[in-house]
């Protein structure tokens, strides 16, 4: 069982930075590909960036030179970096972990953050 903690978000003008934080607990957590995703509301959940267990990183299009992924398994955390934020980031973010063994999967998510960009 995985518990993840997401934090950081907040309220921030456009064209600032934010620094989310996604803390897991439980063993295991390097073997796990991490990911954050977001849903606006009225809008599907959209995955915003993921990165696998040996560090491969993939963005969507719209978030691509603007924010970052990274993991640091000493702290079992999972970061994103978003800079030049626009009003469009405006979401409720998600932390996801998951992985496959023993030929079963398992996946889990945080209780969301919620980041407002707005002047």
């Known amino acids: 069982q995985v518990q993840l903690v997401e934090s950081g978000g907040g309220l921030v003008q456009p064209g600032g930075s934010l620094r989310l934080s996604c803390a897991a607990s439980?063993?295991?957590?390097?073997?796990?590909?991490m990911a954050w995703y977001r849903q606006a509301p009225g809008n599907q959940r959209e995955l915003v960036a993921a990165?696998?267990?040996?560090?491969?990183?993939n963005y969507a299009d719209s978030v691509k030179g603007r924010f970052t992924i990274s993991r640091d398994n000493a702290k079992n955390t999972v970061y994103l970096q978003m800079n030049s934020l626009k009003p469009e980031d405006t979401s409720v973010y998600y932390c996801?972990?998951?992985?496959?063994?023993?030929?079963?999967?398992?996946?889990?998510w945080g209780q969301g953050t919620q980041v407002t960009v707005s002047s």
């Open positions: 996801h972990a998951a992985r496959i063994y023993s030929g079963r999967s398992y996946d889990y």
């Open positions: 990165i696998t267990a040996g560090g491969t990183t």
């Open positions: 439980g063993s295991m957590f390097s073997t796990y590909a």
